[in-house]
C-alpha cells in the first residue's frame, strides 16, 4: 500500500477513476502522463502538484502555452512515458489506448515495477513479448479489465492444473438478440449506446460487435496460460457475474459485483490485501442472473479471435490492428457495422504470419495489418 503510483493515460476514463481510488486509498502519485496537452491535464496536474506531468504528444506552441499553464515543469514526449513508467518500485497503470501502450508495459515489467493493464495493446498484440518480459524481469501484471481482474480472482490459491475452464462473460452490447438483416442498418449513435458500461469510443463499438470479448479471449491466454479450448464466453445481460472458473472436481467460483471499474482498479493496487473501497455495497436480493450462448451466426468475432489466437504469432497483431482501423470507418460513415468483422477476417488473411519475438516485430505486423485495414474500407466504400 505504500508504493508510489504512476498513471498513464491519466485523463482516460481509466486514468480518472484511477485517481478517484488513489485518492481515496491517499497513494502517493508520482507521474501523470497523457496524449495531449489538455484542460483536463492540467487541472490534474494542479491537484497533484508533486507528480511528474508528462504530455506525449502537441506541437511546440502547444507545450509551451501549456507549461505556462501549469506553473512547473512538464517532459514531453513518448520516450518520458517510457522513463515514467520505469520508475523504481512503482506500480504503473496503464491506461493508454493502442499499440503505444505495449512499450510503457514493457518499460515497467523491465524495471520489476507491477503493471495494473488497462491497456489491451499489450498482450493481444504483444502477448508473446509482453511474457518474455515477465519471465526475465520479475514484475508483475495485473489485469485492470473487470472480466480479467474477476478471472484472476477466483484463480487465487489455486493450481491451474485443476481448472477445467475459465468463463468470460458478455453483456451483449446494445443489439443482443438482433438478426443480421437489422444488424445492416446500425448507425454509430446506436453502437455508441452501451446498455451496462460507460466507456471510449472504440470499446463501445467492439462491445457491440462482441469485439471486445473476442479480444479479452486472447487476453485471458497470455495472462493465466490456458489452451483455447479451456477458454469461453457467455453472454449475460446484466453484467453481475464479470467471470467464473470452473475446475476439474465440478466445483465453481464466480466473481460477482456491481459493474464498477473501480472495482477491478483498487485490487490492481492493493492485491492481495483488501481494503474498503469507493464503490456502492452489491447485494444479491432482488437480482436475476441470466446466462446465453453468444449468437455467433449474427457476430462472428468470437470466432474470429479463436483462430486468430490458435494461429499465435502475428495473427492477433492483426486482428487487433484491423479492428482499430475498421471501427473508426464505421464511426466515420465509411464502413457499414457488419463490414467490421469482414475487413477484419481478411486483414488476417492477409497479412504475413510472423513470429513476434521483438517489439518491432509487433509494430511491422500492426503496421501491415493497417495497411491492408484501410485498403479493404476504402474498396467498401
Known amino acids: ?23 481515496n486509498l491517499e497513494l502517493q502519485v508520482i507521474a501523470l502522463a497523457a496524449r495531449d496537452p489538455s484542460d483536463e ?43 515514467v513508467a520505469a520508475s523504481p518500485g512503482a506500480i504503473v497503470v496503464n491506461g493508454i489506448v493502442g499499440a503505444a501502450g505495449l512499450r510503457a508495459t514493457l518499460a515497467a515489467l523491465e524495471s520489476g515495477n507491477r503493471v495494473a ?12 513479448v509482453v511474457r518474455s518480459a515477465l519471465a526475465r524481469h520479475g514484475g508483475e501484471l495485473l489485469p485492470v479489465d473487470s472480466e480479467h481482474s474477476a478471472l484472476h480472482q477466483c484463480l487465487a490459491g489455486e493450481s491451474m492444473e485443476t481448472v477445467a475452464r475459465l468463463v468470460l462473460t458478455a453483456s451483449g452490447g446494445p443489439f443482443r438478440g438482433r438478426d443480421r438483416e437489422s444488424l445492416k442498418e446500425v448507425t454509430p449513435e446506436e453502437a455508441l449506446r452501451h446498455p451496462t458500461w460507460e466507456m471510449g469510443r472504440r470499446i463501445s463499438v467492439d462491445s457491440a460487435t462482441m469485439f471486445n ?35 476439474i ?8 459485483g456491481h459493474p464498477d471499474m473501480r472495482i477491478p482498479i483498487q485490487y490492481a493496487l492493493t492485491a492481495p490485501t483488501r481494503v474498503r473501497g469507493v464503490a456502492d455495497p452489491f447485494t444479491l436480493s432482488g437480482s436475476s442472473l441470466v446466462f446465453e450462448e453468444p449468437d455467433r451466426e449474427n457476430f462472428p468475432a468470437i470466432d474470429i479471435a479463436y483462430r486468430a489466437g490458435r494461429a499465435g504469432g502475428s495473427a492477433p497483431a492483426a ?11 464505421f464511426l466515420q460513415g465509411r464502413l457499414g457495422f457488419l463490414g467490421i468483422s469482414e475487413v477484419v477476417e481478411r486483414t488476417i488473411d492477409e497479412t504475413e504470419w510472423r513470429q513476434l519475438n521483438t517489439v518491432e516485430d509487433v509494430l511491422e505486423a500492426d503496421a501491415e495489418a493497417r495497411s491492408i485495414a484501410s485498403e479493404l474500407v476504402a474498396g467498401a466504400c
Not at 502538484?49 to 501549469?70: C, L, N, Y
Not at 472436481?249 to 460477482?256: E, R, T, V, Y
Open 1 to 23: 500500500m505504500t508504493r508510489p503510483l504512476v498513471v498513464l493515460g491519466a485523463t482516460g476514463s481509466i486514468g480518472r477513476q484511477t485517481l478517484e481510488v488513489a485518492d
Open 41 to 83: 491535464l492540467a487541472e490534474i496536474a494542479r491537484r497533484y502538484p508533486q507528480a511528474k506531468i508528462v504530455v506525449a504528444g502537441g506541437s511546440g506552441d502547444e507545450h509551451r502555452g501549456f507549461t505556462s499553464t501549469v506553473g512547473r515543469e512538464v517532459l514531453f514526449g513518448s520516450e518520458n512515458v517510457l522513463h
Open 117 to 128: 493493464l488497462a491497456n489491451k495493446e499489450s498482450l493481444v498484440a504483444g502477448g508473446p
Open 213 to 247: 470479448k473476442g479480444l479479452e479471449i486472447i487476453e485471458a491466454h497470455y495472462l493465466f496460460g490456458l489452451d483455447y479450448d479451456r477458454i469461453e464466453v457467455v453472454v449475460h445481460p446484466q453484467s453481475i457475474v464479470h467471470g467464473a472458473v470452473a475446475f
Open 249 to 256: 472436481d465440478g466445483s465453481w467460483k464466480a466473481h460477482l
Open 319 to 329: 486482428m487487433n490492428a484491423a479492428d482499430e482501423i475498421a471501427v473508426e470507418a
